[in-house]
């Protein structure tokens, strides 16, 4: 949500902000804008919609400045509009903003009390005064941004920079993730180390209430309370293909064709010697109870794994929305407990305020994410990669599949440790032919095409499926909202008749998740409850399983046969699939649905 780069050279920079910006793309934005000093003084572009507007513009104004700051806006306070746009400037001053100003009302009241001029209805505005009159009083940068701390309320990270010292950069992070690194060409911040590929070999992952000042050959970096410190160095991984879409229309087509080399990436790191058991030093044998904590589409993760914990490795499991937990009441009950916290990004607001609260409770933490510089990845007591690489759609495919496919060994390794052996290694060797799986339900993609081309018509869609199916029903459903903008319903199937049963008409597809296992004579009998009332049944399930219901099916999805526990890692395709060619054929931005962000790191 939202995106900030900054740079600080011998050379102009105009060029290498709008670069940035579009590695930062991904993250969800409506605006963007950059801001550069030289000779004349500060300007300011902005545009509405993508960078690529920006770009044009950037390109036509001939920004000669060496130093600038960027930024791509996802709109919270005021309209997405050239005003409103970041950088926001005041008095010499500029500032791009990450997060939310809660009290920007009274900070905005009390400095037009003062003589302060606003010219947008953004909360990030209040910054750039704040600053610039504290520099007016004789305050330097650094005691002007730890002002904020005291005047603001919210998360943020922050960068800034001054007509007064066209030089230096200044940063600081309260909540929201930056970090800031030196290459051959000068320094750099950003709201994503990713986004460094190529500009930096390593960058400094600032820590929460750090303060930096950036120059073109030097970094000094600094805690709340003022004094230098060093903070950890990570290493910026080549882009590769991340930001290619290497011949597929879309990002969103090239990440679900990636996912049987995600599987094999996840299988040589994890089923090579005990990597799990050398990362994470508990013994679950002495866990009472696993939570599993996240939101949107890492929670339906979380909610197949609850599944597999409960019947793998003999243990229970609860799962909770990260929004929901970090304000629920905490009952002690004197289960001893350890908790996994789930996430894409890794700087996942709500997720970050559970992990707080459960090192407050004591409660051990596992961490899994994406980006191993990450909070998540940083701050958990332990920490799972998902290997997943550069996940530049915004509706998630690969790291989805990634954290069942990680999730899963997890089950295996703490199904051994309370002695489930047998379970574990069924488990693992079904883990073992999920890339080939994998790989025959892309061999499918043509039939679903088909499919998508009658249900883009929908107003409205169902997903149904059982047990551990449940949760991809929901995920399925999920995935069409986000791209496609239709009104989608998961369901557990047994519970249409409990009221989403009356949602089913002849206008309405249902798709039904239905391969064969132990649950298929129940999801039968539930699909046969929605023929009856002639809804438009769509099939997802192996042969057998289709040729039993091909009497009521309107089409029919087929998925390889495979041992049933790992029938959600294999049914997602699919749905990623359905979801994208309903988007496709409807005509929608697919990469960059609209209001969404790939790393919510507000509430």
């Not at 309260?174 to 070999?201: E, M």
């Not at 132990?518 to 042969?543: C, H, M, P």
Request: aromatic share 6%.
């Amino acid at each position: 949500m939202c995106g900030i780069f900054a740079a600080v050279s011998d050379r102009p920079v105009a060029g290498v902000l709008v670069q940035g910006l579009k590695r930062l793309e991904y993250r969800g934005y409506d605006s963007a804008g950059v801001a550069t000093i030289d000779d004349d003084g500060m300007k300011r572009v902005c545009a509405v919609g993508k960078v690529a507007a920006l770009e044009s513009r950037v390109e036509a104004e001939r920004l000669p400045g060496c130093i600038g700051i960027a930024h791509t806006r996802w709109a919270t306070h005021g309209s997405p509009s050239e005003g409103d746009s970041h950088p926001q400037i005041a008095s010499g001053v500029a500032v791009v903003h990450n997060g939310i100003v809660e009290n920007h009302g009274a900070l905005r009241r009390r400095l037009k009390r003062q003589g302060c001029n606003f010219h947008s209805e953004t909360d990030s505005e209040v910054i750039p005064w704040l600053i610039s009159r504290a520099v007016a009083d004789g305050l330097g940068a650094a005691q002007a941004l730890n002002l904020l701390d005291e005047a603001l309320e919210g998360s943020f990270a922050v960068a800034f920079m001054t007509e007064a010292d066209r030089n230096v950069l200044h940063a600081k992070r309260h909540g929201s993730p930056l970090v800031a690194a030196l290459g051959p060409q000068g320094g750099y911040l950003s709201s994503d180390i990713s986004a460094l590929a190529g500009l930096a070999k390593e960058a400094i992952v600032l820590s929460d209430g750090d303060l930096v000042e950036l120059r073109r050959d030097a970094i000094a970096v600094f805690d709340k309370i003022g004094r230098p410190v060093s903070r950890p160095r990570l290493p910026v991984e080549a882009s590769g293909g991340a930001f290619d879409k290497g011949g597929y229309h879309h990002y969103m087509l090239k990440e679900i064709h990636d996912q049987p080399s995600v599987a094999r990436a996840v299988e040589s790191r994890y089923d090579r010697g005990d990597f799990i058991g050398e990362q994470i030093r508990l013994d679950f044998d002495q866990v009472d109870r696993i939570r599993l904590i996240a939101c949107g589409t890492s929670y339906y993760a979380c909610l197949v794994a609850k599944r597999w914990f409960a019947e793998i490795a003999g243990v229970s499991a609860e799962v909770d929305l990260a929004s929901e937990h970090r304000y629920a009441p905490h009952v002690a009950d004197g289960l001893r407990e350890a908790a996994i916290l789930v996430s894409q990004s890794g700087e996942t607001a709500d997720t970050l305020a559970s992990l707080e609260k459960l090192e407050g409770l004591g409660v051990p933490t596992i961490g899994i994410a994406n980006q191993q510089a990450s909070t998540l990845a940083r701050e958990a007591d332990y920490f799972l990669p998902l290997l997943a690489g550069a996940e530049i759609g915004v509706a998630s495919t690969k790291a989805f599949t990634a954290q069942l496919l990680v999730l899963a060994r997890f089950v295996a390794h703490v199904a051994e440790q309370r002695g489930h052996r047998a379970a574990a290694r069924r488990l693992r060797a079904a883990l073992g032919e999920a890339p080939k799986a994998m790989e025959a339900v892309l061999h499918n993609e043509a039939a679903i095409v088909a499919v998508a081309e009658t249900f883009a018509k929908a107003r409205s869609a169902l997903f149904v499926g059982r047990g551990a199916l449940y949760p991809l029903a929901m995920e399925g459903a999920l995935k069409l909202k986000e791209i496609s903008y239709i009104h989608a319903e998961g369901f557990a199937a047994g519970e249409l008749k409990h009221g989403p049963i009356a949602l089913v008409d002849e206008q309405t597809p249902v798709v039904a998740l239905a391969p064969t296992g132990a649950l298929f004579s129940k999801l039968a009998s539930n699909v046969r409850e929605i023929a009856a009332r002639k809804g438009r049944i769509i099939l997802i399930g192996d042969r057998k399983a289709l040729l039993a219901l091909s009497d009521v099916a309107d089409a029919s999805l087929t998925l390889p046969t495979c041992d049933e526990l790992i029938q959600p890692i294999i049914a997602a395709i699919p749905l990623q699939f359905l979801a994208y060619h309903v988007a496709a054929a409807r005509g929608r931005d697919i990469d960059r649905p609209r209001n969404l962000a790939k790393s919510v790191t507000v509430e």
